[in-house]
């Protein structure tokens, strides 16, 4: 990388150029009125977005943020027609700073669906530094960017001084360019992109060919026979493989194949194996972050710790925004011709009659939100049938993606559906054990009597199970026991419709109040919003950033609560543990706690 002298730029952030024939959204918009429409109101528009009127989500009117005993405080405010953030200096960002308080010009936001974040000049070249709180939409309130990821617990998160440039531009802009120099010890960039956010050329390519020759078109009245053809891509016309690269270049977790490339030169329409090594916890993944990334994975336990991140034991990707690994290695996707689009659509038809919004939540066409994209190869008298499903036709347990496709990767403070689609089964435990289908339903049952049913239903093999997966509910087991992630699955599914009429809830909150004083702050978050949607304990006085005490004193009180309540149908349930003179089994519950797997969780999202 050159070493440079970076004077400070006139425009200190990312800009956009148009360059390697990308032509911009708005040249869409003359003949495609209603696929622009569409793409207009989704969330991929909004990735990126400059912080101007009527999009900026956070509060700058003149709020003093602070969170529990964080020595850090914030500001932010509006003055000189700009958005501002005060605060004082930050681990890692030091540029040459006083330490004193100072005020950053928010550049740029990423986001919009679920929360905002934003970005700060750092005056070298277009570097930019992700500001340390985000706006929570959900909560509608400022949180600390620490909370809402699931990773060990800091005091702090850093401005993260080349994230946009190293990470976030490749997916996060449409052609994004780095061009990262050096300046002294630090890294400057002169970022450019043909758009913010995710435009019509992320997923159609270049336009300004197929622009040029419509509007060529448009001018001869006359034979047209002679124009050249264009290059636009139509991802639904390409085959079912490269149609689904094209949002795997995004939603996939691979590698470069090309060391020295800077930047992601696939396109749409591109193999994109021959650009990418796309990630599977395998053999040839180990061998390739090994020979490409000596310096950080020296030998195969550095490369099986890395995997852990984002693969449970199974292979099955953990993190969301990795769908395309999850698609890529199913045999709907191998042997048939499932691809993306064969669920997801992203221009809504005009026969949808849902509203915008609700379309854009996830995208999902109107036959993927029942059984009709499983069915059209599926026979329907051979699996939606209660012999196949052994559950009521109306039951969620007979829905095809809740079985097969159960909320096992992790993102966004939620459960999203696995794309990696299988059937169920029960596994004997291990730290990294993907939680199965069954149990994510019927939290208050122990994993042996999930693998009881398999195995008398679909002849699955029982797994040799360790005392408490044959006696304590699997739900308890991930609340108690398990990892940050499984906490995390455990409370989320707590508060999920169908595990909620599943399981019932009348057991569940001793087990929610604990997560709520959890060390990890995204799993206290989860554990709070499933507490609520059980009822009778919203006047509960919490804050899941509050200080540690505080989150005590609620845990505490939800844990009271609940012991004067009368446990109806509980008896006896000592998977629950509850004996059989309706008495909670105090001592086994601390007991497993006291087993609690502490290994660090970091899920890179």
Known sequence: MKKIAVSKPEIPRPIRVSTEGY????TCLDCHKRNHATWYASYHRTMT?????????????????RFGSDEHTYRTRKHSGRLWVEMDNQSNFQFNRTGKREEFPIELMTGSHHMQLYWISLGIGRNLGLLPIVYLNEAKRWVP??????????????????????????CHSTKGRANPSMSGQNIAFDTRVAEFGISCESCHGPAASHVALRQRMADNKGDTSSLPDDSIVNPSRLPHTLSSQVCGNCHGVHSSLNESSVGNDFLPGQNLTHYRHVHRKDSKTRSFLKSTHSDGYPDDASV???????????????????????????ACHVRGKLSCISCHVLHKSTSDLRTLESWANDLLGQNALGDEVCLSCHKQTDYASRNHTHHGSDSPGSRCYNCHMPHTSYALLKGIRSHTIDSPRVVSPTKNARPNACNLCHLDKTLEWSANHLQKWFQTPVPKLEKDEREIAAGINWATKGHAGHRAFAAWHMGWPPAI??????WMAPYLGTLMDDSYDAVRYIAHRSLRSLGGYDDIKYDFVGSSKERNQAAQEVFDRWSRQAHSGL??????????????????FQELLSRRDNTPVNLIE
Request: aromatic share 8%; glycine share 8%.
């Open 501 to 506: 009429e599943a399981s019932g809830t009348n």
């Open 49 to 65: 977005q400059l912080p101007e009127n009527g999009l900026v989500l956070g509060d700058f009117e003149n709020a003093d943020i």
């Open 145 to 170: 960017r620490r909370s809402v990821f699931l990773r060990p617990p800091v005091d702090y998160m850093d401005v993260e001084l080349s994230r946009w440039g190293r990470i976030c531009i490749d």
């Open 571 to 588: 008896t006896g349930r000592n998977e629950l543990l509850m004996d059989q003179q309706n008495r909670y089994q105090t001592n086994r």
């Open 304 to 330: 099986d710790k890395e995997m852990d991140l984002v693969f449970w034991d199974d292979g099955v990707p953990r993190v969301a925004g990795r769908e395309y690994n999850s698609l890529s290695q199913s």
């Open 23 to 26: 032509a911009g959204s708005e």
